[in-house]
């Protein structure tokens, strides 16, 4: 700080520290730790465990935040009226959901039967008959969507970012719709 300037006091925060270790680790360089500040009394044990587990979500928050501003752009959205806005968010809400579903469970289990991804019955076999493949497992299905958005599915280039799974369910959406709508005009003629 320079000379002759003095730092604003303010006032003390209230705040309970929680510390949280790993304990059986093969390398102790390798152990997490945390200290956690939180806004509330912490007494017993009961408290600092749910105090870490709400922590332990942040992750889901941070990535469901990243899912609608990266992947869905709704940062991008050039709406005016806060009642579009919200509407528009919402649904992508939805979508942002089904993305991070998808990319827990490729994450978890990447060799589950892929009728686990999430997808309906339909959008699966769509997505099977589009790319031409059988798509057993939910990697699989990852990488299918992937690929409708425009991943090159190369060895090196890694599993589908946001902005490329997003891209791959729009189309798999309208890939379905189409389905849908050809149905209805078999039944027309």
């Not at 730092?7 to 059986?24: D, F, G, H, L, N």
């Not at 970012?161 to 997003?166: E, F, M, V």
Request: aromatic share 6%.
């Amino acid at each position: 700080m320079a000379s002759g300037v003095r730092a604003e006091q303010k006032a003390p925060i209230q705040c309970t520290a929680v510390r949280v270790w790993e304990v059986a680790v093969p390398d102790a360089k390798d152990s997490l730790e945390w200290i956690l500040l939180y806004d509330a009394d912490v007494v017993d044990f009961a408290q600092a465990r749910t105090c870490v587990l709400q922590y332990a979500t942040r992750w889901v928050i941070e990535e469901y935040h990243k899912a609608i501003k990266t992947g869905l752009g709704a940062e991008r959205l050039q709406l005016e009226n806060a009642e579009r806005l919200f509407a528009a968010i919402a649904i992508m809400s939805v979508v942002a959901l089904r993305l991070i579903e998808l990319r827990e469970r490729l994450r978890r289990q990447p060799d589950a039967e892929a009728a686990q991804a999430g997808l309906s019955p339909l959008e699966l076999e769509v997505l099977r008959q589009k790319s031409g493949r059988p798509l057993r497992t939910i990697r699989e299905v990852a990488l299918a969507i992937g690929c409708l958005g425009g991943h090159f599915n190369r060895k090196s280039d890694g599993l589908p970012g946001w902005q490329t799974l997003w891209h791959g369910m729009n189309t798999l959406y309208a890939l379905v719709e189409g389905v849908l709508i050809a149905q209805r005009l078999q039944s027309f003629g």
